[in-house]
């Protein structure tokens, strides 16, 4: 820090401990970096109000940058003179009670226990040493949970349906192996612990949140865990029936066609849709059948139609 402490927090050199925290919990409401996330200049501001705010919560050594016997970095000015009263006593607590740490401060400001945002929260209160336990070991005490980064993968409809092994790409050129579990829906995102930024000061590293985008499949669509599928069938399996094949997420099955089967009819196969995660239950698949004429009607079948037409009259409208 080479910066007056002071300046750093906008206060006065004779504010009191109150005035203080009240300006260094303004500017961490403001800068920290889950709350401006990517802002490279808040953060580095963040840290050095941070190292105000330590700095001079420590009445020793507010007492000794007050007198001029030490500099910003807590190191000895060279006009430096050994003072006959004090100095060895212990660090002070900066304040009656001894309770004037940043965990109070940043719970004051985000709120108890889980009510950081992205879950930072100080590891502990500066100032914990014992006895003269030197300058440099202030900010031993506390760390901030790092930052949160977020990711898009795009991935197969049936790679979502089955689960697989994907490998994201990150931003600065490394890469990310994660498993898509079974099952995984078009916009959910997947958390991996520990997998975003570093933190500070020792705190822990925050999480990489990747967001899954499915890919829509040529052929079949789901609707909650079922699946949906459509399947053509010849004029003659609709009417005479037909033992046909269906595919299905777990590869091709054989589906019985009764006779007159027409256009639109659903058949149900129990179990070959999604497994659900949460409960462990598999949907079924669901398949609508279409009647697709052949692509030319020879006389002969316009022949016949027309001979049964007049022996069959039948309005399908009016069913």
Same mark, same amino acid.
Do not use: C, H, M
């Given at each position: 820090m080479a910066e007056d402490p002071y300046s750093l927090l906008g206060v006065a050199k004779g504010a009191s401990e109150d005035d203080i925290r009240r300006a260094f919990r303004k500017l961490a409401k403001e800068l920290h970096p889950d709350v401006r996330p990517g802002d490279k200049a808040a953060a580095e501001r963040?840290?050095?109000?941070?190292?105000?705010?330590?700095? %001079?919560?420590?009445?020793? =050594?507010? !007492?000794?940058?007050? /007198? @001029?016997?030490?500099?910003?970095a807590g190191e000895p000015r060279r006009t430096y003179r050994r003072s006959t009263a004090g100095g060895a006593g212990g660090r002070g607590t900066g304040g009656p009670g001894?309770?004037?740490?940043?965990?109070?401060?940043?719970?004051?400001?985000?709120?108890?226990?889980?009510?950081?945002?992205?879950?930072a929260r100080p590891g502990g209160r500066p100032g914990a040493g014992a006895g003269g336990a030197g300058a440099g070991a202030g900010a031993a005490g506390f760390g901030f949970r790092g930052q949160d980064?977020?990711?898009?993968?795009?991935?197969?409809f049936m790679e979502a349906v089955l689960g697989a092994k994907k490998r994201v790409t990150l931003p600065d050129g490394g890469q990310l192996d994660l498993t898509v579990p079974?099952?995984?829906?078009?916009?959910?995102? %997947?958390?991996?612990?520990? =997998?975003? !930024?570093?933190?500070? /000061? @020792?705190?822990?590293?925050?999480?990489a949140l990747v967001e899954i985008k499915v890919r829509a499949h040529p052929n079949m669509r789901r609707e909650g865990d079922d699946i949906h599928v459509d399947v053509p069938i010849g004029i003659d399996e609709a009417i005479l029936g037909a033992k046909i094949e269906a595919p299905t997420v777990g590869g091709r099955v054989t589906l019985t066609i009764p006779k007159g089967t027409?256009?639109?009819?659903?058949?149900?196969?129990?179990?070959?849709?999604?497994?659900?995660?949460?409960?462990?239950?598999?949907?079924?698949?669901?398949?609508?059948v279409k009647i697709v004429l052949p692509e030319t009607i020879d006389e002969s079948l316009s022949y016949f139609m027309a001979e049964w037409k007049q022996r069959h009259p039948y309005d399908p409208r009016k069913r």
């Open positions: 963040f840290k050095k109000v941070s190292a105000a705010y330590e700095f %001079l919560t420590d009445a020793e =050594k507010r !007492q000794r940058y007050d /007198r @001029g016997e030490i500099d910003e001894g309770d004037f740490g940043f965990g109070d401060i940043f719970e004051d400001i985000f709120g108890a226990a889980g009510g950081f945002p992205g879950g980064v977020r990711y898009t993968l795009e991935v197969d079974e099952g995984v829906t078009d916009g959910q995102t %997947l958390r991996l612990r520990g =997998k975003g !930024q570093p933190g500070l /000061r @020792g705190g822990e590293a925050g999480d027409s256009t639109g009819r659903v058949f149900r196969l129990k179990g070959k849709g999604v497994k659900n995660a949460t409960t462990g239950q598999t949907g079924d698949q669901l398949v609508t």
